[in-house]
């Protein structure tokens, strides 16, 4: 089966179409095939039908026999060429003046798949007949409509007619009167007498205000008071229509409008209900004061008064006589400025309003019960509390424990020492005045603890004294809390554990009552220590031993280590052993003779040692050993000489040794001469040395070896900075790294023999440059000695052009260094005047600018504001401080610049404050300063211990530029770095 490549399908006036099998296939259907279309947009399957959202998509489009599998795929093209058609009006639309002829909608616009178009006006024209206007028409509009869809379809143009009519005197309509017949009056708490509230003319339902169509509309007002703030207003409406003669009582058209502006409302008062007022002498009568009310009124004022049964006040509330104790019916009565009046009635409830005089004690005091426990009766601390309308109560509570007030507050142990316990008293009268008093209740337990020793006792000394389960344990009791305790006196057990002591048992209870007991407990020993507890350890025999340590009773068998004897309650047992060395015949070397010692203190008597608790035993170590010693000579062989004469003080490396003898002795034989040294000014050179250990048994050992004594110091390179060197006429050159050596030296080797190169490789010694090579070019200049050793220093060379040999422009390079000739790395080098942007210095501090012009005229500048602790510690702040005293002056103009670290111009105590912010970073950076100043190397101060007498250049100028100028090169400042210790980098 085969698909048309390309098939384009337009929508018909419903916007859908369905895909069928034959628009896609070329040729005939199989007969009794059944096939599958399908859209596709990418991998997204859309279907068998068309419509308005593929219009536009990249679609391909796949038939497929569902009968043998078979499909073919073809490309898709959807369109719409159905164009939108405008619902045309017919007849015109009719408008009155006054109306917006802006607000009449266009035509529908209709379309098969775009439902939301919107008409687009083409034009618009105007036709205005004024007076002179046929059959009404004030004015004539026609618009001409257009449309387009999405698929850029245009409907035909359609015309639409507006038409605005002007009307007659004979239909205006005046507004009504607002005298509360023919229209609601206006209410004097919104007095609105506007027209827009009131009612303006209209003609054919349209406001007259102002002039339109040719009519005037005015009005004017006669204000008639009436009560308070209210009135009535004659309102005269004049209507004249400009395209008519003036004819009395028809041009103009005159109308009458009465407007009254009333008060119909009563006050509001804002009534409480029940009002209730307090008698304020303690002699229950006396004068009430009745309360004033809130109330308000829609257009004027009020005034308000009340009745009671006592009497009446003109005046909203007041001072009133008479009315005793109770509850009396009164009225507010509220009249406003038209008439209008409103009634408030409430109770009023005249009470007692002076609670009870209180008077307490300040201070009183419970004891606690047996039991720990006491009360305190609300009435106790009364000292004469009183009222004078009736008898007052009391109730009590705990401040503590605020619930509500009983007859009592009760107390109990947890009180005691606590401190004083508030309680609040209330007293009432039968009215329910109440009034309050604290009292401070002082809680005491005068109750001492009950305690009974146990009997006196006798113990054996490896029986426990401080175990109650064997001495026996006091009885106690006590109704609050208590502590035990007991402490032993008198003649107590010495450290052998007997002896007398005397219990004093103590119980005190938390106020501080205290009872005490004693009890005797005598400690007695029955069985003291004798030789017959201890084994003595047994002689024993070494075949062979590596070294002392084997000697030491943890390394012998358990039989031969220690003496053992058992814990003896009743001694103190101490040991110590003393070794003595004798040689003997073969085939043993020697023995040790071992006297063990051991002393019970609780019977040993120094002053009388024969009165027993002393035994000594000796235990004989024999010892055979036919092993040589054991030497370690896998030391370094190699003593680097780094002195600056390349001699060096030897000391030969003592070697290790193993062996059973206590004592191995070693001889060596060297160029040197006897023993391990000191040996000094050895020089380099190959010398064999020999070690001989000999042990006690006659075992010997040796070990040989050659100490090389090599040069390991690396010789000190010292570079020429910023070398100038110039193009021969051909623009080129070759340099021979010798140029750059400013005398390199070493330790070891003559500086004539010293080789210099471009490069670890000795063989690197010349470098060729030409036009080529940058205006300054960094190297490195390798110092290398005889024995191999090697370092560096790195440099500019600075390449010029003065005979002209290279094409090209003048290039300004040059460096950044320190006074001391280190090179600043990441300045930031700008050159105004020029395109390019800023250029940092190299690790070597150089820097360059290429493609400048001939007899222009430049300005450099230098900058780095990093890391402001680079090179700053406190031994800055020192030397500072003691060029401040003048102590100790800074010896260079640089060294100056950098003590002033507020760029004050002045090295002070000042400079030393910024400085200690930094160091302990309270700041980040210098408030009024830059990490890095940097001044013109070619400056010359006039007083160099003087640098701010006169300004110093931070900028080099360069005056109608030519090629062939010196380098130039700027001195580094590290701001607060006096030692020079900063790095450049």
Known sequence: MSCNDWIQVSLPSNCTEEILPDLILEGALFPNAVYEVEIFHGINSLGNTAHSGLIGLTLTVQVTNLCTGENCWGNLAVSDHWAPSFDCPQNPVVLFCGQDAGLVPPPPLNDNCDTNLTPILFGEATESFGCGAVDGIWERIIRHWGGEDASGNEASPCQQEILILRGTLEEVVFPPDRDGEEAPVIDCGNPDIDPANTGYPTLNGQIMNGEQCAFSAFYSDLLIPDCASTQKILRTWTIWDGCLPAIPGQNPLSHSQIIWVSDL???????????????????????????????????????????????????????????????????????????NQSLCEVSLLVSDGVSPVVICDETTVVSLDADGQAELPAADPDDGSYDGCSEVSFLIRRMDDPSDFASFAAFDCEDVNEGPVTVQVQVSDLYGNVGYCMVQVIVQDKIAP?????????????????????????????????????????????????????????????????????????????????????????????????????????????????????????????TNYEDAYFDIATPACFK????????????????????????????????????????????????????????????????????????????????????????????????PVTYTATDQCGNFSYCSFVLQVVDAKKPTPYCENGIVVELMQTGMLEIPASIIDAGSFDNCTEQEDLIISFSPNPADTIIKVDCSTPAGLVIEMWVIDEAGNADYCQTIILIQDNMNACPGVPVVAGTVTTEEGLGISEVWMKLNGIADPPTFTDLAGAFSFFDLETGSDYTMTAEKDLDPLNGVTTFDMVLIARH??????????????????????????????????????????????????????????????????????????????????????????????????????
């Open 884 to 985: 401040v005293l003048g102590t100790q002056l800074l010896d260079s103009p640089y060294k100056i610049i950098a003590a002033d670290v507020n760029r004050s111009n002045t090295v002070s105590t000042l400079d030393l404050v910024e400085l200690r912010k930094v160091i302990l970073l309270y700041e980040n950076s210098f408030p009024n300063n830059t990490s890095w100043r940097f001044i013109d190397a070619a400056h010359v101060f006039p007083d160099p211990f003087h640098p701010f007498q006169a300004p110093f250049p931070e900028a080099i100028h360069y005056n109608d530029l030519i090629a062939g100028l010196p380098p130039p090169s700027f001195i580094a400042v590290k701001t607060g770095d006096v030692n020079l210790s900063a790095t450049g980098y």
């Open 265 to 339: 409302a009563p006050p509001t008062i804002q009534c409480p209900g029940e009002i209730t007022v307090y008698l304020q002498t303690l002699a229950c009568e006396g004068p009430v004061e009745l309360p004033a009310l809130e109330a308000e009124d829609n257009c004027s004022g009020y005034t308000l008064s009340v009745q009671t049964p006592a009497g009446n006040l003109e005046t909203n509330g007041g001072i009133i006589e008479g009315l005793l104790p109770g509850l009396h019916p009164i009225t507010y009565t509220a009249t406003d400025g038209c008439g």
């Open 592 to 687: 040790i003779l071992r006297t063990w010692r051991v002393i019970d203190w609780c019977q040993f008597d120094v002053a009388n040692p024969d009165a027993g608790g002393y035994w000594e035993h000796e235990q004989i170590l024999k010892v055979s050993d036919q092993t040589p010693p054991a030497m370690v000579c896998n030391f370094n062989s190699f003593v680097k000489v780094l002195s600056p004469d390349c001699l060096e003080t030897i000391n030969l490396p003592y070697p290790g040794i193993t062996d059973c003898s206590p004592e191995v002795e070693i001889t060596v034989e060297s160029p040197f001469g006897q023993g391990f040294g000191p040996f000094p000014g050895v020089p380099l050179g190959e010398y």
């Open 450 to 574: 009950f305690l009974e020793c146990p009997p006196p006792v006798s113990l054996e000394c490896n029986q426990d004294p401080t175990d109650l389960s064997l001495t026996g344990a006091p009885e106690v009791w006590d109704a609050c809390t208590f502590l035990l305790g007991w402490t032993d006196m008198g003649l107590s057990p010495n450290v052998c554990g007997w002896g007398e002591l005397i219990r004093t048992f103590q119980a005190v209870d938390k106020p501080g009552n205290v009872t005490i007991c004693q009890q005797t407990i005598t400690i007695l020993s029955n069985s003291p220590f004798g030789e017959e507890d201890i084994i003595w350890p047994e002689d024993y025999a070494y075949s062979d031993c590596t070294g002392p340590e084997y000697f030491h009773p943890d390394s012998l068998p358990a039989q031969s280590a220690w003496p053992v004897f058992g814990d003896h309650p009743c001694a103190l047992v101490a």
